[in-house]
């Protein structure tokens, strides 16, 4: 039997507030090429037959044609506009799924994420429906309450990444569901829509470019090998 198709949901519509660039982060160089080639790239390598849908803000459009440049062979995407949250505007990527597909959702702004983590998600998703990247915490954590604050054991938490990866036919109805504030990624959405979400071990480099601070680190990594 044919392997389900591949799809990329690749979210690049947010602004980048932390960021406080001019431009949106996802745009800003890194190690000579905008943020959003590298993430890109790193789904290119890890299939070649995974179609790639990238959600943009609408007035950055014309940013693609950089980004797409800077590739030796420019791959084939499907843009998509951006929405005013980061759930909308996966639900307007979603809106391009018209077959069965295990689709990954990525942010924009994890340009470190390995082929190798890409291909797990692909593989545990057709598996058992869903894979969520996750990795231990390295600090200790307290929970604060008001003035107050206590100790929690870190052993009972994890660090959640993306691409949160899903069969279409649990992920697309799971984003008809009105939007909540606290769906800050896919699984809460989908766990909200009943399903049970299935963890897979993520990647200490796979971080989220947030802060001036994370640029410096993930081109660390890049210019050290460290990947
Ligand atoms: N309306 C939005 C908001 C966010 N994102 C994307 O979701 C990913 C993770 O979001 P985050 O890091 O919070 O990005 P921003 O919303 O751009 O940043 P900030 O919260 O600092 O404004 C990013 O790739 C971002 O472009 C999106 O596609 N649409
Ligand atoms: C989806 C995510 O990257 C998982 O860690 C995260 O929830 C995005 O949060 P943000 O507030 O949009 O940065």
Redesign the pocket.
Known sequence: MPSPAKVAVI?????????GSTV???FLELNGKPVLYHTIHAFMQAYEDVRIVL?VPPAHRGSIGTVLAAFDRPPSVTLVD?????F??VKNGLQTIQQDAVVFVH???RPLVSPALIRACYEQALAKGSAIPAIALKDSIREVDGEGNMAADRTRFRIIQTPQTFLSGILVPAFDQPYDPLFTDEATVVERFGHTVHLVEGEEQNI?I?KPQDLVIAAAFLQNGLL
């Open positions: 979210v690049a519509g947010g602004s980048g507030s932390r960021m949106p982060k996802q959600v951006g929405g005013e949250t980061r909308h505007s942010d924009g702004v989220k947030t």
